[in-house]
């Protein structure tokens, strides 16, 4: 056999970012030390929804699930001896994508970098926030002027970077069927596209550098048969859509580019060492195959389930990549699945199921319409509930979960509270004081910024206008002006947005049949209400916080919406007041809470005491969400009726076990519902 040449391995990521700037800085030079080779930034919420540290919504939220970067020296110290014109940093941030592209480029100048040879990526994908992170500030219109605005000034200025990663992994995430993931991603891009070339910034002999530039940030979950011909999938319809709408004659251009983080949503707190086992199954899915190989992967940790991965779990998701890379001789062969007659019906089919979604969508006026309209919201709401559905019922099956149950005692989680990084709530504080010294100090030695109060003028009189925003942004970097006040001006002139929540309108996915679990919880649900003389029992979900992953919440509130509530759901981002007035005007029988970013320890506390000195101690609030065990603990002793975490995946026990909580809440005896 002659010896061909190893194809050269993807980029391999960590996604990785907490606390502050300085501790996020040595994790990345320590993960850089290891092999990895490329930065993947987290940011906290407040970064990523446009808040400064100090803000009352981002109470708890403090470098949490990412690192916080208020402004100029913040991103300094980030990348503090890292020469970030030899780097290719991923930042996944969306509705803050200019700003933070903003003082990444001036920390390159100030490090004396060629701009023009910076290399990376920012997310920048603003309809999957409506849809399934929930990190949106803008309304779709100026959301699209942001994105359309970085994409024409990096073509120009930046021209290796990815100003725009076309993200269908939170899509799967919130429930997408692959055809869906296929559509709703495709449809973004032409969104995109046709903004691009609508805008006359960029003429039309360049859109080829445009579309060369759009890359896809991809799901991968553990149907890797169904995953990989995805992917192929994919990139036959990029090739299509950029020939025939766009009239790019270069096949290089039009080469499908994406990288990939393999599936969160199911991996388990129940046994989670098999998630090692899930994670390696999703990775082969964009690896396998050549011609719909990933161009960079980064995949979660083993007990992602549980809470924050330390160190040492992120380097064993590297090491995973590694041993593929090279280990084995996957990198020797050409396309393995090249003539397969079962591969290409299975991508013939997604090819004509997506082709013809996104025929769909065009017809309601393309993504942004469907994202308004509410369309696209509850199909994914829709898809959600009826996996529910299927793992409830056995029909899905999942390792641990709902079958092969019984297990040895896990050495790996004998101490729950040393498995998972903790952020030292002390953090917060210093950040929130380190932010009023900046503001304090920023126009004086040793920074000698500019006074910000021009440059924030300078940038609302552009937003009011038609011009690009990028360079009145750099200014605003230049000038020490920080996330919330470049957020703040914008809001000023955009307004803010909030997104249709998919749960009215979301079809029954799970049929009330006689005799079914569902069917016995209804009748508690109009027992309760009777007993307690109202029409409806009411039930508030509230989103506290700044977590935008709304998904747990949406199917809580779907299912006890079919279980003869009346559902109370307004929606992401609300302070702990605002949940409390909602639940004493709508004078609701429960409040359900869910937080995923590990800000329960304050947030819901602060809901208890409100309820408290309103007076309404009858009315029970429980709490779900990434919880480790000593906090569940601590909630339950500060009054919350029930804790539910991932490993609870009976969504209808945990509507029947809030019907038990409001009749204990108001001296009622428990129900014996005849099984």
């Not at 992170?133 to 309304?139: A, D, E, K, L, N």
Request: hydrophobic share 40%; net charge negative.
């Amino acid at each position: 056999m002659t010896e061909r040449q190893k194809d050269r391995p993807w980029l391999m990521r960590t996604y990785a970012g907490h606390s502050t700037a300085e501790a996020s800085n040595e994790l990345y030079r320590r993960n850089l030390a290891k092999g990895q080779t490329g930065l993947s930034v987290a940011f906290d919420l407040p970064t990523q929804t446009g808040y400064d540290p100090d803000h009352i919504l981002a109470r708890g939220e403090v470098g949490r699930v990412g690192v916080p970067v208020s402004h100029l020296g913040d991103m300094r110290r980030l990348f503090q001896d890292i020469p970030l014109e030899q780097m290719n940093t991923s930042m996944t941030i969306n509705a803050t994508a200019m700003w933070l592209l903003a003082l990444y480029q001036v920390v390159a100048e100030e490090q004396g970098a060629d701009i023009t040879k910076l290399q990376g990526t920012t997310q920048n994908d603003i309809v999957k926030e409506y849809l399934s992170r929930g990190t949106h500030v803008f309304p779709p219109g100026p959301s699209l002027r942001l994105t359309t605005d970085m994409i024409a000034y990096t073509v120009s200025h930046i021209p290796k970077w990815n100003p725009i990663n076309i993200c269908s992994y939170h899509l799967q995430e919130a429930g997408a069927t692959p055809v869906q993931e296929i559509a709703y991603a495709m449809s973004t891009a032409i969104a995109v596209l046709d903004a691009v070339r609508d805008s006359g910034q960029v003429p039309q002999e360049r859109m080829g550098d445009v579309v060369a530039r759009i890359s896809f940030f991809v799901n991968a979950g553990v149907r890797f048969v169904e995953e990989m011909c995805k992917m192929r999938a994919f990139g036959r319809i990029w090739d299509k859509v950029t020939r025939e709408r766009y009239g790019i004659e270069n096949p290089k251009q039009r080469r499908f580019r994406y990288g990939v983080q393999v599936n969160s949503l199911g991996l388990t707190e129940a046994q989670p060492e098999n998630n090692v086992q899930r994670i390696v199954l999703e990775m082969l899915a964009v690896t396998l195959s050549k011609d719909a190989r990933a161009r960079a992967v980064q995949l979660p940790a083993w007990n992602e389930a549980l809470g924050l991965p330390r160190p040492w779990d992120q380097q064993w998701s590297l090491r995973i990549q590694q041993v593929l890379a090279h280990e084995s001789d996957l990198l020797e062969y050409e396309d393995i699945f090249e003539g397969s007659h079962v591969i290409e019906a299975k991508v013939s089919q997604l090819v004509e199921d997506s082709l013809a979604e996104i025929d769909r969508i065009q017809e309601m006026g393309g993504a942004m319409a469907a994202v308004e309209s509410g369309y696209l919201k509850s199909q994914l709401v829709s898809s959600h509930a009826e996996r529910r559905g299927r793992i409830e019922s056995g029909q899905e099956k999942i390792v641990g979960v709902n079958i092969f149950e019984t297990t040895e005692p896990n050495p790996l989680t004998a101490d729950l509270d040393t498995a998972i990084q903790t952020v030292d709530p002390a953090v917060e504080a210093q950040v929130v004081e380190a932010i009023g010294r900046w503001r304090d100090t920023r126009y004086q030695p040793p920074f000698n910024h500019p006074r910000p109060c021009k440059a924030l003028e300078r940038l609302k009189e552009a937003a009011k206008g038609t011009g690009n925003l990028m360079q009145a942004t750099l200014e605003c970097a230049r000038a020490g002006v920080t996330t919330g006040e470049w957020t703040s001006a914008l809001r000023e002139v955009f307004g803010e947005f909030r997104a249709p929540t998919g749960v009215s309108s979301a079809p029954i996915a799970v049929p009330v049949e006689a005799g079914s679990a569902l069917a016995e919880v209804r009748t508690k649900v109009d027992a309760t209400a009777r007993d307690l003389g109202t029409g409806k029992l009411r039930f508030l979900v509230g989103k506290p916080g700044l977590d935008g992953h709304s998904n747990g919440a949406e199917q809580i509130a779907v299912r006890a919406r079919d279980a003869g509530f009346e559902v109370v759901y307004q929606g992401i981002r609300l302070t702990p007041e605002q949940i409390v007035d909602a639940a004493l005007a709508e004078d609701v029988h429960a409040v359900g809470l869910s937080i995923l970013s590990g800000s329960h320890a304050q947030l819901v506390p602060d809901v208890l005491e409100r309820l408290r000195v309103a007076g309404a101690t009858d009315i029970p609030v429980i709490a779900g969400g990434i919880i480790p065990n000593g906090d569940a603990e601590e909630l339950r002793a500060a009054g919350v009726a029930a804790v539910f975490t991932p490993k609870d995946f009976d969504i209808t026990g945990i509507i029947g076990r809030i019907v038990d909580e409001i009749r204990k809440a108001n001296k009622l005896d428990p129900l014996e519902v005849p099984a």
